[in-house]
Nanobody, 119 residues
Framework: QVQLVESGGGLVQAGGSLRLSCAASGRTFDIYRMGWFRQAPGKEREFVSAITSSDGRTNYADSVKGRFTISRDGAKNTVYLQMNSLKPEDMAVYYC????????????WGQGTQVTVSS
């Protein structure tokens, strides 16, 4: 019903920047909120940021506030995560997720994109 494809991951030096993209297709009109999550080896998956599709309201994890910015392009059904001042602690697989209207959980997930931060 909804497909999510992430892109933009790669290797970056500490202090550098990277922009992740998530393109949604299918029944995109059902999407209420889109978010980014990440999971590092040996750690639980954690919330990074989210944005409401209708009004652009945003939310950030404390660990990335002031460094990461989430944005959206409604016409393209795409969300972005601009990551600045990257730290080794940011190294993880980043996943895009979408929540439908009327559901509690995020319903759709992308395949993930690897972000590697070298020091």
């Amino acid at each position: 019903q909804v497909q999510l494809v992430e892109s933009g991951g790669g290797l970056v030096q500490a202090g550098g920047s990277l922009r992740l993209s998530c393109a949604a297709s299918g029944r995109t009109f059902d999407i209420y909120r889109m978010g980014w999550f990440r999971q590092a080896p040996g750690k639980e998956r954690e919330f990074v940021s989210a944005i409401t599709s209708s009004d652009g309201r945003t939310n950030y994890a404390d660990s990335v506030k002031g460094r990461f910015t989430i944005s959206r392009d409604g016409a393209k059904n795409t969300v972005y995560l601009q990551m600045n001042s990257l730290k080794p602690e940011d190294m993880a697989v980043y996943y895009c997720a979408a929540k439908r209207f009327g559901t509690r959980e995020y319903d759709y997930w992308g395949q993930g994109t690897q972000v590697t931060v070298s020091s």
